[in-house]
């Protein structure tokens, strides 16, 4: 009598926790699932007392709106084109310095180093004035130029402090062996540790990408120009004086979503298997 | 390709021959390190020296057209801090992040707790929400949460309604600063919990099974194995948790801008709305600079808090 009590109250427990599960998971979801859902409702279904849960059938009415107009598009452009330059910048500055922190000892490393992580933790909330001021001078506000500047130096602190984590770990025989061999310092570098770190730099450039694709309160501040406005600024400009155009602002907004919880998936699935990993061993 | 012909071959490099590589060899490193150095002085160190002597100077529009500088040593600092709104705005600011941290780790621990205990299914599914909270940015979590909470036909007054919880059709949550305040602390912690949540289950899947077993053996409840087992050695991650929570939840100007603009009545203005009021909407660009330079400060102290505890659990 007693085990099958006990065996009923542990079910019990499990059937607890596994609607607390899913409570909390609708819960934490629903934000994502309702800006999707009125990405794809007609305006009548999103303006409306009683709210449509389900968009069936669904309209793309507000998605081809937004996919029509000429703003879109151009700050799809700005967006990529300051994304693109930073990814790619950013990964070359930062691979070359991790190279050196790396592979290299010299003076005055230990101190660069030091200064990396000091660098990290200066607030970029609390700067957005001397930047609006120096690019003011510069004559560069308004225009893309400055956003990248500001968010190379950003992403550069961190993502070198990565890279050399990434660089350390291949063991230095192997480039080694390939000068034995007779490769020059440049092949070294091409050749054998280039591809061994390319998963460093696959996970260092989607760090620079969603910082520099997300970003919204220097892109707000530093672009003032309604031609330049890169995506966040695009999406924030649905908001009026009195309403906002919710049904185009949240097609706009699950578009530019997609990409980023796409290229969250890829890191997050290695994040997990590290984990899963570590609970083996326990 | 020219250089890799170009480049002098290593290849067991008689002594002699590296010997007279050495100043090159020597320079190399650096070279490799100036764009990195360059990027960050230039786009970073500068700036902060910019802030801080501007806090010092009396810097509006007319000095910023005339290119005219007046220093005024601690004026600004003597304004700022004599400022009443000024100790209106910071307490908030810190309350607000309190509210926030506290209950981020709470519900946090929560989910982590969850997460172990659960059935496979429900853990993939709870997992998969947390990360498309996680990804989900920043800026679009507030303009998202604007809309669940529209007065007129937001889903949040349609369902609390209908649910019988209130009779709020046509409430606007953002007329008062406290309804608006809640509104802010959900769109936060919904945001921040993910990562939190999933921090923590990872903690909690390096600390062995049969501790909490043994435990469990000897009559302890949940309760008892949390506070004597499992706090303990998660004590560090906690702590790292914890002030970088206290660190993102006091830089919070896209979800207030997006949402209330520091409204009702300047009455969600925090310290980050604050210095875009005085400095890009008023043009104080000196006052503005001393409030960033003090905010500068506290954030600072605080990661070095955090430093700390990453020191301490390397240890």
Same mark, same amino acid.
């Given at each position: 009598?007693?085990?099958?009590?006990?065996?009923?109250?542990?079910?019990?427990?499990?059937?607890?926790?596994?609607?607390?599960?899913?409570?909390?998971?609708?819960?934490?979801?629903?934000?994502?699932?309702?800006?999707?859902?009125?990405?794809?409702?007609?305006?009548?279904?999103?303006?409306?007392?009683?709210?449509?849960?389900?968009?069936?059938?669904?309209?793309?009415?507000?998605?081809?709106?937004?996919?029509?107009?000429?703003?879109?598009?151009?700050?799809?452009?700005?967006?990529?084109?300051?994304?693109?330059?930073?990814?790619?910048?950013g990964?070359v500055v930062a691979l070359s310095a991790a190279?050196s922190l790396?592979?290299?000892?010299?003076?005055?490393?230990?101190?660069f180093?030091?200064a990396l992580?000091?660098v #990290?933790?200066?607030?970029?909330?609390?700067?957005?004035?001397?930047?609006?001021?120096?690019?003011?001078?510069?004559?560069?506000?308004?225009?893309?130029?400055?956003?990248?500047?500001?968010?190379l130096s950003?992403?550069v602190p961190?993502t070198v402090?990565?890279?050399?984590? !990434?660089?350390?770990?291949?063991?230095?025989?192997?480039?080694?062996?390939?000068?034995?061999?007779?490769?020059?310092?440049?092949?070294? !570098?091409?050749?054998?540790?280039?591809?061994?770190?390319?998963?460093?730099?696959?996970?260092?450039?989607?760090?620079?990408?969603?910082?520099?694709?997300?970003?919204?309160?220097?892109?707000?501040?530093?672009?003032?120009?309604?031609?330049?406005?890169?995506?966040?600024?695009?999406? #924030?400009?649905?908001?009026?004086?009195?309403?906002?155009?919710?049904?185009?602002?949240?097609?706009?907004?699950?578009?530019?979503?997609?990409?980023?919880?796409?290229?969250?998936?890829?890191?997050?699935?290695?994040?997990?298997?590290?984990?899963?990993?570590?609970?083996?061993?326990? | 390709?020219?250089?890799?012909?170009?480049?002098?071959?290593?290849?067991?490099?008689?002594?002699?021959?590296?010997?007279?590589?050495?100043?090159?060899?020597?320079?190399?490193?650096?070279?490799l390190l100036l764009p990195a150095t360059v990027t960050v002085f230039?786009?970073?160190?500068?700036?902060?020296?910019?802030?801080?002597?501007?806090?010092?100077?009396?810097?509006?529009?007319?000095?910023?057209?005339?290119?005219?500088?007046?220093?005024?040593?601690?004026?600004?600092?003597?304004?700022?801090?004599?400022?009443?709104?000024?100790?209106?705005?910071?307490?908030?600011?810190?309350?607000?992040?309190?509210?926030?941290?506290?209950?981020?780790?709470?519900?946090?621990?929560?989910?982590?707790?969850?997460?172990?205990?659960?059935?496979?299914?429900?853990?993939?599914?709870?997992?998969?929400?947390?990360?498309?909270?996680?990804?989900?940015?920043?800026?679009?979590?507030?303009?998202?949460?604007?809309?669940?909470?529209?007065?007129? !036909?937001?889903?949040?007054?349609?369902?609390?309604?209908?649910?019988?919880?209130?009779?709020?059709?046509?409430?606007?949550?953002?007329?008062?600063?406290?309804?608006?305040?809640?509104?802010?602390?959900?769109?936060?912690?919904?945001?921040?919990?993910?990562?939190?949540?999933?921090?923590?289950?990872?903690?909690?899947?390096?600390?062995?099974?049969?501790?909490?077993?043994?435990?469990?053996?000897?009559?302890?409840?949940?309760?008892?194995?949390?506070?004597?087992?499992?706090?303990?050695?998660?004590?560090?991650?906690?702590?790292?948790?914890?002030?970088?929570?206290?660190?993102?939840?006091?830089?919070?100007?896209?979800?207030?801008?997006?949402?209330?603009?520091?409204?009702?009545?300047?009455?969600?203005?925090?310290?980050?709305?604050?210095?875009?009021?005085?400095?890009?909407?008023?043009?104080? !660009?000196?006052?503005?600079?001393?409030?960033?330079?003090?905010?500068?400060?506290?954030?600072?102290?605080?990661?070095?808090?955090?430093?700390?505890?990453?020191?301490?659990?390397?240890?």
């Amino acid at each position: 009598m007693r085990a099958t009590g006990l065996t009923a109250t542990v079910a019990g427990r499990r059937r607890l926790v596994d609607g607390s599960c899913v409570v909390l998971a609708l819960i934490f979801v629903f934000p994502v699932y309702w800006m999707a859902s009125t990405a794809l409702k007609a305006d009548r279904d999103i303006v409306s007392y009683t709210p449509q849960f389900v968009p069936w059938p669904i309209d793309l009415s507000n998605l081809r709106q937004v996919l029509g107009d000429d703003t879109f598009w151009h700050a799809l452009r700005s967006s990529l084109l300051v994304t693109v330059a930073v990814v790619v910048a950013g990964t070359v500055v930062a691979l070359s310095a991790a190279v050196s922190l790396a592979r290299f000892r010299f003076r005055g490393r230990a101190g660069f180093v030091l200064a990396l992580i000091i660098v #990290q933790m200066i607030p970029g909330e609390a700067l957005f004035i001397p930047y609006y001021l120096m690019l003011r001078n510069l004559g560069l506000l308004g225009h893309l130029t400055g956003l990248m500047l500001v968010y190379l130096s950003f992403t550069v602190p961190f993502t070198v402090w990565m890279l050399r984590g !990434f660089v350390a770990a291949i063991p230095v025989e192997l480039e080694e062996a390939a000068a034995i061999d007779g490769a020059s310092r440049w092949q070294t !570098f091409w050749r054998i540790l280039f591809p061994l770190v390319a998963p460093g730099l696959l996970a260092t450039s989607i760090f620079a990408f969603i910082t520099a694709w997300t970003e919204f309160t220097y892109a707000y501040v530093l672009i003032n120009d309604p031609a330049n406005y890169p995506l966040p600024v695009y999406i #924030q400009s649905f908001i009026g004086r009195d309403s906002t155009a919710y049904g185009p602002q949240m097609a706009v907004a699950t578009l530019f979503t997609l990409p980023v919880i796409a290229f969250f998936l890829v890191v997050q699935r290695r994040a997990v298997a590290g984990m899963s990993a570590g609970a083996i061993k326990g | 390709m020219g250089t890799i012909e170009a480049e002098p071959v290593i290849a067991s490099v008689p002594v002699q021959r590296a010997q007279r590589r050495r100043p090159r060899e020597r320079s190399l490193p650096y070279l490799l390190l100036l764009p990195a150095t360059v990027t960050v002085f230039l786009t970073l160190l500068y700036p902060v020296a910019t802030m801080l002597s501007l806090s010092f100077q009396r810097e509006n529009l007319a000095d910023l057209v005339t290119h005219t500088t007046t220093w005024v040593g601690l004026e600004n600092y003597r304004t700022v801090l004599t400022d009443r709104f000024f100790w209106t705005v910071l307490p908030r600011t810190l309350g607000f992040a309190a509210v926030c941290v506290g209950l981020t780790l709470v519900i946090g621990t929560g989910c982590a707790l969850l997460l172990q205990a659960a059935s496979r299914w429900a853990r993939t599914l709870l997992s998969l929400a947390l990360v498309a909270a996680w990804a989900t940015p920043v800026l679009i979590g507030a303009v998202v949460f604007k809309w669940l909470f529209d007065p007129e !036909f937001g889903v949040i007054n349609y369902l609390a309604s209908s649910a019988g919880v209130c009779d709020c059709r046509h409430h606007s949550w953002f007329a008062d600063p406290w309804s608006a305040f809640a509104v802010l602390v959900a769109l936060v912690v919904w945001g921040a919990v993910p990562f939190v949540a999933l921090s923590i289950y990872a903690g909690l899947l390096t600390i062995a099974p049969e501790l909490a077993e043994a435990a469990r053996v000897d009559g302890a409840g949940p309760v008892r194995i949390f506070v004597s087992i499992i706090w303990p050695m998660l004590r560090p991650l906690y702590a790292i948790l914890t002030v970088l929570s206290v660190i993102w939840d006091t830089k919070v100007f896209p979800q207030v801008w997006l949402t209330t603009k520091g409204g009702p009545y300047q009455g969600t203005v925090m310290l980050g709305v604050y210095i875009y009021q005085k400095g890009i909407n008023n043009s104080q !660009f000196g006052a503005a600079s001393t409030i960033a330079v003090l905010m500068t400060v506290m954030l600072l102290s605080l990661s070095w808090l955090y430093v700390r505890a990453m020191r301490d659990e390397a240890r």
